[in-house]
């Protein structure tokens, strides 16, 4: 690892692998809220083709530092050229970014377009046509989604320190976790993708976001690469929807659009294969992408079996959640706020799960099973119970008293009108918490239900594929194996 000094003071830990002589310079940029980390299985991928691969972690996300400058996209942009010129000033260059990753490149080329003839290939994966947004998609199940990141993006706005606060307190393992910066040695590999956040405070997070969604579509810069643009998108991607990307290629003649099926916004870490070929292909010095061959190699099928772990998991993480909802002790004010924000984190992100597990198994084969549609109709009523346990646990914050000074001219509240105000609350934030402590408990039931439902249907759908065994030689009697399956 080593560290570029900006001019703000900000300094970007980067790391480099391969040969200094390469043909070819892959840059690899991450996304929000996570770290360089997320390239870590393309990169021996890539060193094996020969080629030379720079990784850095975003402004304010892992190892690097935050500096003094505004949060913005624009800033982004200026921050990667300024690695580029660093640590690869001259040769051809692959650039490959991912969501916000994505949308830096753009700007880079906008903002830098000097850099335009050395870019070999630009493999955008997940890019929004404009900005992000909380709102991905119609439907119910977007619906929730939606509610409950508009909930998140609230508070980081409007309750910046507040939040800081509990997140000081929330174990390192956690996403949302806020810790003082680590000091890495020269050797150091990135942090975990899930520290991307660690020291990033939430004012910065809500700042950040705020611009990222405030972008105006503008993908006329990108046109003057012409077929080296090539994008990829999930079919599942419940961040950033295909149709996004979709909207941004119309705009772009020459370039590729490839949507990935069954793949979700994690699209870089579960096929990493796939994107590492793009970028390798990207590196063959082709003026256009549209005459190379499909890949030799088939997308994986979605795996059931994985899944109905994947849902028993989910069970177990929603039945711990109800047990700390339903054991939950606290003292009315501060102390309540600080124990039940964690929750309410913690089942907005259970709930996102349940959607991605929903859009996998709703647009995969399991949905031409038979018998597949209780299952699904079951995971949606998961998504919904969830989404409540969420709307409990902010309504019991919402009834929690506040110590905040009341309006001007009146006096502090004194013991016994505190006591009152405590005593008033207590029951409407117990009924609360016991809503919130039922829904999660439906919640792992409707798991547990879905995922015994998969493999039941699984298992009945391969007996159904199962050849009929004919015997030879007379026989006196039908072979049980030859009874008609039909059910009466």
């Not at 099926?261 to 003026?287: G, K």
């Not at 969830?386 to 919402?398: H, P, Q, R």
């Amino acid at each position: 690892m080593r560290s570029i000094r900006l001019p703000d003071g900000a300094r970007l830990a980067t790391y480099v692998d391969g040969p200094a002589k390469a043909s070819v310079t892959a840059l690899l940029v991450h996304g929000l809220s996570v770290t360089a980390a997320l390239w870590r299985s393309h990169v021996p991928l890539l060193l094996r083709e020969g080629m030379r691969v720079v990784r850095y972690d975003q402004r304010g996300h892992g190892y690097s530092t935050r500096g003094t400058a505004a949060l913005s996209l624009d800033q982004l942009a200026d921050d990667l050229a300024q690695v580029l010129e660093t640590t690869a000033p001259r040769g051809p260059l692959v650039l490959a970014g991912h969501s916000m990753g994505a949308m830096t490149l753009m700007r880079l080329v906008a903002r830098h377009p000097h850099l335009a003839p050395r870019i070999c290939g630009l493999v955008l994966i997940s890019p929004p046509y404009g900005g992000i947004s909380t709102r991905t998609g119609t439907g119910p199940a977007q619906s929730l989604l939606t509610l409950g990141r508009n909930l998140l993006e609230s508070a980081c706005t409007h309750a910046p320190y507040l939040l800081d606060a509990v997140r000081r307190r929330l174990p390192t393992t956690s996403r949302w976790a806020l810790h003082s910066p680590a000091q890495p040695t020269s050797g150091a590999l990135p942090l975990p993708c899930r520290q991307g956040l660690h020291t990033m405070v939430t004012g910065d997070i809500a700042a950040l976001w705020h611009n990222l969604a405030n972008q105006e579509p503008d993908p006329s810069p990108l046109q003057q690469l012409g077929g080296r643009v090539h994008l990829l998108a999930g079919s599942l991607d419940a961040h950033i929807p295909p149709e996004q990307t979709g909207r941004l290629a119309a705009c772009l003649p020459g370039a590729q659009l490839e949507t990935v099926p069954d793949a979700t916004h994690a699209l870089p870490l579960r096929h990493a294969q796939l994107v590492t070929d793009r970028i390798s292909r990207c590196a063959s010095h082709r003026s256009s992408l549209t005459d190379l061959p499909e890949p030799h190699h088939p997308m994986p099928p979605l795996n059931l079996a994985e899944q109905a772990e994947q849902l028993r998991d989910l069970a177990r993480e929603f039945e711990a959640l109800h047990a700390r909802v339903r054991d939950l002790s606290y003292t009315p004010g501060t102390d309540a706020l600080r124990r039940i924000s964690p929750l309410l984190l913690k089942v907005q992100d259970l709930m996102a799960t349940a959607v991605v597990r929903l859009g996998a198994l709703d647009g995969g084969a399991y949905a031409d099973i038979a018998g597949s549609r209780a299952s699904l109709e079951c995971l949606a009523s998961v998504v919904v119970a969830s989404s409540l346990a969420g709307n409990d646990l902010a309504s019991a914050l919402y009834a929690n008293p506040y110590e905040g000074a009341p309006f001007a001219g009146y006096p502090t509240d004194d013991e016994a009108v505190r006591t009152a105000r405590h005593a008033e609350a207590i029951p409407r934030m117990t009924g609360h918490l016991a809503d919130a402590a039922h829904q999660l408990d439906l919640s792992a039931i409707g798991c547990h239900y879905v995922a015994t439902g998969i493999t039941r249907d699984l298992a009945a759908a391969q007996e159904q594929a199962k050849p009929v065994q004919r015997t030879t030689g007379p026989t006196t009697a039908p072979s049980a194996s030859r009874t008609s399956p039909v059910r009466r």
